[in-house]
């Protein structure tokens, strides 16, 4: 009997002991006041305690709520769940801002709000070989700014943002690429790389791009195409290192073009 409650026991013990390591916060009276004392009380505790800068941001709006600094407050919500970083927090977080946007879509402050709300999901966003569902996400936020705010900085900054991104997507597909090229599926291989090509043309690993393209269709015996691509690597980037080994094929299936034209049974061989 004793083994059968040991478990349960610990783990009521190791519950405990988490709930009791975080002390729950609140708002010192001292520090409540006119709606501008809070505020500036609030701004305070924003960096080194979210948690509690949110409380006072809370009561603002409670204490307060046709104060210009309950609208404010509001926006200090968000920027308390979005300094916490966590995912649940950004998530929160994106929520805050958006009801502000909708609560008040003519203030000064709408568009910072907006481009909040692409920077919670930027702040999620996966390394290239992970999934990318936050990337896309982040990319329509941010085209929401330029949209809504195009010539203001925010905008600028989302424009920013959205190449990076864009980078990031690109990567994506060319490993997804790549790695068909090295489980030698060629034609995988192809249609990812190609993607890129054509959805993200100011990817910056174009030469690694150009250059297992060729190699993608030399695999599957596809000699022109092959050439093609090593060519038009050489051509727009002669001093990357896959010019030297894209001019190195292009020498290779010239020599194996050459025996084919001499013997097709010893160039097979």
């Not at 709930?19 to 809070?38: F, L, N, T, Y």
């Not at 979210?50 to 210009?68: C, H, M, N, T, V």
């Not at 269709?217 to 030297?244: N, T």
């Amino acid at each position: 009997m004793k083994k059968t409650f040991l478990i349960p026991a610990l783990a009521l013990l190791v519950v405990s002991i988490g709930c009791r390591a975080k002390k729950p916060v609140s708002v010192d009276p001292s520090e409540k006041g006119s709606d501008k004392k809070m505020y500036e009380n609030a701004m305070k505790y924003l960096t080194k305690d979210p948690e509690k800068a949110r409380l006072l941001f809370k009561e603002i709006g409670q204490l307060y709520p046709d104060s210009i600094f309950a609208n404010k407050a509001k926006l200090g919500i968000g920027d308390s769940y979005f300094k916490e970083r966590d995912s649940s927090s950004l998530v929160m977080a994106a929520a805050e801002y958006q009801e502000y946007v909708s609560l008040y879509p003519y203030s000064p402050d709408a568009v910072y709000a907006k481009f909040q709300i692409g920077m919670c999901y930027f702040k999620q966003v996966r390394k290239p070989e992970r999934d990318q569902t936050h990337t896309f996400t982040a990319i329509k936020a941010f085209e929401g700014v330029i949209q809504q705010y195009p010539e203001t900085p925010e905008a600028g900054e989302a424009r920013k943002k959205i190449d990076d991104l864009r980078q990031i997507l690109g990567k994506h597909y060319f490993q997804i690429g790549y790695y068909n090229f090295l489980m030698k599926s060629y034609d995988g291989a192809i249609a990812r790389f190609k993607q890129v090509m054509d959805e993200y043309p100011d990817f910056k690993g174009n030469d690694r791009l150009l250059y297992y393209t060729g190699r993608a269709y030399a695999g599957k015996g596809d000699r022109e195409s092959a050439l093609s691509f090593f060519q038009r690597l050489i051509g727009s980037q002669p001093k990357s290192k896959f010019a030297a080994k894209a001019q190195r094929w292009i020498q290779k299936l010239n020599r194996l073009a050459e025996k084919e034209k001499k013997s097709p049974a010893a160039a097979e061989k």
